[in-house]
């Protein structure tokens, strides 16, 4: 089974940012459109970003502009930077193809806590 890696989270001042790194297989990598997601305490898991096996990119619309995706293939890792960071999106951030179908089991998130 493939394994997602997230890391990158932490303690940040709102207004703050950070970098999110998900680690995958190869195949992972090159097959699907990967996407950046997003669960708060209490609340469902919500799509933040995606990112095309092409390159296209796609932001919800309350992170257009502050968030970027990326993909490094030399490290098979897709990354987002998160700025100007607001209290509400304090939520474990997860990484995972953008088809349903094609998901692997979700990894353990990374956690970003953004405070006031």
């Known amino acids: 089974q493939v394994r997602l890696v997230e890391s990158g989270g932490g303690l940040v001042q709102a207004g703050g940012s950070l970098t999110l790194s998900c680690a995958t297989s190869?195949?992972?990598?090159?097959?699907?459109?990967m996407a950046w997601y997003r669960q708060a305490t209490g609340k469902q898991r919500e799509l933040v970003a995606f990112?095309?096996?092409?390159?296209?990119?796609y932001y919800v619309d309350s992170v257009k502009g502050r968030f970027a995706i990326s993909k490094d293939s030399a490290k098979n890792t897709v990354n987002i930077q998160i700025n100007s960071l607001k209290h509400e999106e304090t939520a474990v951030y997860y990484c995972?193809?953008?088809?349903?179908?094609?998901?692997?089991?979700w990894g353990q998130g990374t956690q970003v806590t953004v405070y006031s």
């Open positions: 995972n193809a953008v088809d349903w179908r094609l998901r692997t089991d």
């Open positions: 190869r195949h992972m990598f090159l097959g699907n459109d």
């Open positions: 990112v095309r096996r092409g390159g296209k990119k």
